[in-house]
């Protein structure tokens, strides 16, 4: 039995993190192998912040208390705060990861990605600059990327910092690389002397509503709307936008994922129920790549909020623009809230998107398959 490590963003608090490293689990398990999760060295980040020398345990108490500067409901905040607190312990042990750091072990295929692993020029405390996660030093037999992303780092970045080279060397050394977005895939091409290859994130490959045993069926009485948004991150005036909106249309407000002033209700849920809750829902608003995925596997009307990266400050803009133009979706993405109104009274043509998804699983497979097992005609 094969030997396979993933090496991924598996122990930050966040389910769309979760859940694409539950799915490639999955996917790799349905191989025949056996698969354990690998950590990585956090370095210090290349942007420079305010928390980037702050002693570790005064940033916790300072993340705590960032939570009652948002505009929410105080009942909400103090539920944040205990999700955020009993996440790991909670649901770590779900993906068979522990307390004790995995690092560097002896593996016959180590598989980075996916998540924005290869995100390397931004501020983010929790991950750096750590050349890890380009396959620095590993001890496997074959490295491998799967629908790994570079986020809204770009080659003009990397250059920027001076990392063109020594990045590009370790890409160089991957025995095959997978990206999931086309600014990630350029970077690869540009600087690296690997072709790299297009890959849909897990939480699609993975077939959760159909294969997942975990996602709970739920009998909700009231009718409601998902907001799924970090916090902060929904402005003023978007969000008294949502809550006159969601009246208008008797929908309560859920937020999961993060604190929102219009919110009715924070969700404090396991990343399967999260699930469940998308697939009960009337629609859905969300600014992230996950919502955005979440909304697409349960076949409900939703429509993505575009950020754009204005200098050195972080936008989603290059992984969902390309994303949603990938699965036929473009029509879902909006920089005014004003228009979801719009675009959610209008459903997915999601009999094409699944058609464009069944494809990519297929890809995914046999890609897979043939770097991790070895190629089956063989």
């Known amino acids: 039995m094969k030997k396979v490590g993933i090496m991924s963003m598996q122990r930050i608090a966040n389910y769309g993190s979760f859940l694409q490293a539950y799915g490639l689990k999955s996917l790799i398990e349905e191989l025949g192998c056996a698969v354990e999760f690998v950590d990585y060295h956090v370095g210090s980040p290349l942007i420079d912040s305010d928390v980037k020398n702050q002693n570790p345990f005064t940033r916790k108490i300072e993340k705590g208390l960032e939570?009652?500067?948002?505009?929410?409901?105080?009942?909400?905040?103090?539920?944040?705060?205990?999700?955020?607190?009993?996440?790991?312990?909670?649901?770590?042990?779900l993906l068979g990861i522990s307390e004790n750091m995995n690092y560097n072990p002896k593996l016959d295929c180590l598989?980075?990605?996916?998540?924005?692993?290869?995100?390397?020029?931004?501020?983010?405390?929790?991950?750096?600059?750590?050349?890890?996660?380009?396959?620095?030093?590993?001890?496997?037999?074959?490295?491998?990327?799967?629908?790994?992303?570079?986020?809204?780092?770009?080659?003009q970045k990397i250059e920027k910092y001076h990392k063109t080279e020594e990045l590009g060397n370790l890409l160089s050394q991957f025995d095959a690389i997978s990206v999931r977005d086309n600014n990630s895939g350029s970077i690869v091409s540009t600087i690296s002397s690997k072709t790299p290859v297009y890959h849909l994130d897990p939480v699609l490959t993975y077939d959760y509503m159909h294969k997942c045993k975990d996602i709970p069926e739920m009998d909700i009485k009231e009718k409601y709307l998902i907001l799924y948004a970090y916090s902060g991150r929904i402005t003023e005036q978007e969000a008294d936008w949502i809550q006159a909106y969601a009246k208008k249309k008797k929908l309560k407000v859920y937020a999961i994922g993060g604190i929102q002033k219009c919110a009715d209700r924070f969700i404090d849920c396991s990343p399967f129920e999260v699930l469940a809750?998308?697939?009960?829902?009337?629609?859905?608003?969300?600014?992230?790549?996950?919502?955005?995925?979440?909304?697409?596997?349960?076949?409900?009307?939703?429509?993505?909020?575009?950020?754009?990266?204005?200098?050195?400050?972080?936008?989603?803009?290059?992984?969902?623009?390309?994303?949603?133009?990938?699965?036929?979706l473009a029509d879902r993405m909006t920089t005014d809230i004003e228009t979801v109104q719009t675009i959610n009274s209008k459903m997915p043509d999601y009999s094409n998107t699944d058609s464009i998804i069944a494809s990519y699983r297929k890809q995914a497979k046999e890609y897979l398959t043939t770097n991790i097992v070895g190629d089956v005609n063989e």
């Open 67 to 93: 939570t009652f500067k948002y505009k929410a409901p105080l009942k909400h905040k103090f539920e944040f705060i205990k999700y955020k607190q009993q996440y790991a312990k909670k649901y770590m042990p």
């Open 111 to 155: 598989v980075i990605g996916s998540d924005e692993v290869f995100n390397c020029i931004q501020k983010n405390t929790n991950v750096g600059y750590s050349l890890e996660l380009f396959g620095k030093d590993n001890k496997a037999n074959t490295l491998i990327s799967y629908a790994a992303s570079f986020g809204n780092t770009t080659v």
């Open 277 to 328: 809750y998308f697939k009960n829902a009337q629609e859905i608003i969300t600014d992230t790549f996950h919502g955005s995925i979440f909304s697409i596997i349960n076949h409900k009307p939703f429509t993505t909020i575009i950020r754009k990266s204005v200098g050195d400050s972080y936008g989603n803009e290059e992984k969902l623009s390309d994303l949603l133009k990938r699965l036929d």
